[in-house]
């Protein structure tokens, strides 16, 4: 079992930065990629990013590309995404998952999530 515990999140002006982390616990050994996810009220989870923990290779939905970057520390067991030049549209909860994945991509279903930390962006 792996346990996710998100934090960051909060309320800032369009144009503004946050970043959130997501604390990876328990037998992180079997994972090998890690993502954020995010839902709005009244939509769909969205894949955001995801990265491969071993080499770090990344990728990202086309509506955050160039203003948010997904970044790991292995060491401590820490998973980041900044997320700069913030929308009223990237309001959301957003979510840290992880799992063993074939191909590393912020989409389809992970083994473990966390429980969500509320962005809120306003105009």
């Known amino acids: 079992q792996v346990q996710l515990v998100e934090s960051g999140g909060g309320s800032v002006q369009a144009g503004g930065s946050l970043r959130l982390s997501c604390a990876a616990a328990g037998h992180t050994s079997t994972i090998d990629c890690m993502a954020w996810f995010r839902q709005a009220p009244g939509k769909e989870r969205e894949g955001v990013a995801a990265?491969?923990?071993?080499?770090?290779?990344?990728d990202y939905v086309d509506s955050v590309k160039g203003r948010f970057t997904i970044s790991q520390d292995n060491a401590n067991n820490r998973l980041y995404l900044q997320m700069n030049s913030l929308k009223p549209e990237d309001t959301a909860m957003y979510y840290c998952?992880?799992?063993?994945?074939?191909?590393?991509?912020?989409?389809?279903?992970?083994?473990?999530w966390g429980q969500g930390t509320q962005v809120t962006v306003s105009s």
């Open positions: 990265i491969r923990t071993e080499g770090g290779s990344t």
């Open positions: 998952a992880a799992g063993s994945r074939w191909t590393c991509r912020p989409s389809g279903d992970f083994a473990y």
